[in-house]
């Protein structure tokens, strides 16, 4: 019955080719370093999932922020669960995208024809960062709103500039509703826009070119 | 199922990919519909003796209007809320106290005295002075509440 379904859809779809092109590709010989890219991808999803799960109770107003996420942590069922897949997650991430782009650079894996490839995962890696950033004050609660405090001051120390980067994106003078609100839409609007696009590039190309083997000695 | 084939290292790779993969999603799945129903299925705070005041407030025959606040939590907020009921005597010994809920989808009806009547002005539900059901769409009379005289003060169980 399966089988039948399958070959219906496969006639129609062509699906079992997008299958063997995208899982039983041909790979040459590597090691464990290169499921690095893979396990950022699984982290990824791990945050989207958890990240449209929080969005369901979390209010990104300064009246309500903290206390939502205190209801989430302690009063929804498995909410510390998900709220720490997704704090715990965040963290991962960055060491995982960082431990990839590091294998690229030691095996020399962004080189021609991969440098398209490499500029996308350089995007990820500010994106991912940029996610940090973000998330970072939702909780709206002392650590967040000081590490903000901070983190936007230096984003303000450029000369020139800097002071029109600081109130960009603060949206005013101080730390307030409305950093909170532009932070929450950055967070769960344009970057998960930014870092599906991008992915899917990344990937296409890496499906399309070929990963790189372990650089040798020979040839 | 095709003849029994030998499991190749490959099939057998695959099969472990899928199992894990399915554990993944279940441990993920399963504590997702408990965080999503959860609060849904929480039910309200134990309801308690609420004071509506004296009962020589109260008309003989004439639905009488008691309102009092109470405080609900909802989610992570703690709302004032304003109930009303109605209640009505014909010795002023015996009382019934009616929610003013309509039992049809939830609006607020109200005593219209001169044609003894309660209106519920979203669908044109009609109920008698008793909160039994006259005409429109209401399926069922008026909810009651528990109640009791104490030292000639009326007191519902509410919450």
């Known amino acids: ?219 | 199922m095709e003849k029994e084939e030998q499991i190749t290292r490959n099939n057998f790779i695959s099969m472990v990919i899928w199992a894990v993969g399915g554990l993944i999603s279940l441990g993920m799945g399963i504590p997702a519909i408990a965080y999503i129903i959860g609060p849904a299925l929480s039910r309200n705070q134990v309801q308690e003796w609420i004071r509506l005041g004296p009962i020589s407030k109260i008309e003989l025959n004439i639905p009488t209007l008691f309102k009092f606040v109470i405080q609900r939590k909802t989610g992570w907020i703690v709302n004032e809320e304003e109930i009303s009921v109605y209640v009505l005597t014909d010795n002023g010994r015996d009382f019934i106290a009616m929610s003013n809920i309509c039992s049809h989808l939830g609006c607020r009806v109200r005593w219209i005295s001169d044609q003894e009547i309660f209106f519920c002005p979203c669908h044109n539900g009609v109920f008698d002075k008793e909160g039994a059901v006259e005409a429109g769409p209401p399926p069922g009379p008026l909810d009651r509440y528990e109640l009791k005289v104490e030292d000639d003060q009326l007191f519902i169980l509410g919450g």
Not at chain 1, 82 to 105: F, K, T
């Open chain 1, 1 to 219: 019955m399966a089988t039948k379904i399958g070959n219906w859809l496969d006639e129609r779809l062509a699906w079992r080719q997008v299958w063997t092109a995208i899982f039983l590709r041909k790979i040459p010989k590597v090691n464990w370093l290169f499921t690095l890219g893979s396990a950022s991808l699984f982290l990824a999803v791990n945050q989207i999932v958890t990240g449209i799960l929080l969005t369901i109770y979390y209010v990104p107003t300064p009246d309500h922020a903290y206390d939502s996420v205190q209801y989430i942590t302690t009063q929804v069922p498995m909410g510390w669960l998900i709220r720490g897949l997704h704090h715990w997650g965040a963290s991962a991430m960055v060491v995982m995208v960082v431990l990839h782009m590091l294998r690229i650079i030691f095996y020399g894996a962004y080189k021609f024809p991969r440098e398209v490839t490499w500029f996308t995962g350089v995007i990820l890696l500010i994106v991912t960062i940029g996610f940090g950033f973000t998330g970072y004050l939702l909780p709206w609660d002392q650590k967040a709103y000081w590490a903000t405090t901070v983190g936007t001051r230096i984003a303000g120390t450029p000369p020139v500039i800097g002071e029109w980067i600081l109130l960009i994106i603060r949206g005013g003078e101080e730390l307030s509703a409305v950093t909170l609100a532009r932070f929450y839409g950055v967070h769960i609007w344009v970057l998960p826009t930014v870092l599906l696009l991008i992915t899917l590039i990344h990937l296409y190309l890496v499906i399309r070119i070929g990963i790189s083997a372990v650089p040798g000695r020979e040839e």
